[in-house]
């Protein structure tokens, strides 16, 4: 079983920045891909930012220049730095791992860690 903390959310003002942490337990996280998701009151959960085994990163337009996603293999755990916060981006983030198709017959397991909240005060 796969199990995913996350931690680091919290109030901000404009402008200011936030470091958000997920910690994975279990053997998957050295050979998958990562991702942060965020999902604001009334809204769908958007993908923020994903990060693959080898390092690739990709951002969803309304955080690019602002945010960054690495990995930490050693400490099985990725992270969101989020700077220029923006009260838009209130909301609760999600880290998420989708096993891949070297897992064999776990290929599609879908896992999403409680969530923590971001607030934004303008």
């Known amino acids: 079983q796969v199990q995913l903390v996350e931690s680091g959310g919290g109030l901000v003002q404009t402008g200011g920045s936030l470091r958000l942490s997920c910690a994975a337990s279990?053997?998957?996280?050295?050979?998958?891909?990562m991702a942060w998701y965020r999902q604001a009151p009334g809204k769908q959960r958007e993908l923020v930012a994903s990060?693959?085994?080898?390092?690739?990163?990709n951002y969803a337009d309304s955080v690019k220049g602002r945010c960054t996603i690495s990995r930490d293999n050693a400490r099985n755990t990725v992270y969101l730095q989020m700077n220029s916060l923006k009260p838009e981006d209130t909301a609760v983030y999600y880290c998420?791992?989708?096993?891949?198709?070297?897992?064999?017959?776990?290929?599609?397991?879908?896992?999403w860690g409680q969530g923590t909240q971001v607030t934004v005060s303008s």
């Open positions: 990060i693959t085994s080898g390092g690739k990163t």
């Open positions: 279990g053997s998957i996280f050295r050979s998958n891909a």
């Open positions: 998420n791992t989708i096993l891949g198709a070297g897992f064999g017959e776990r290929y599609g397991e879908t896992y």
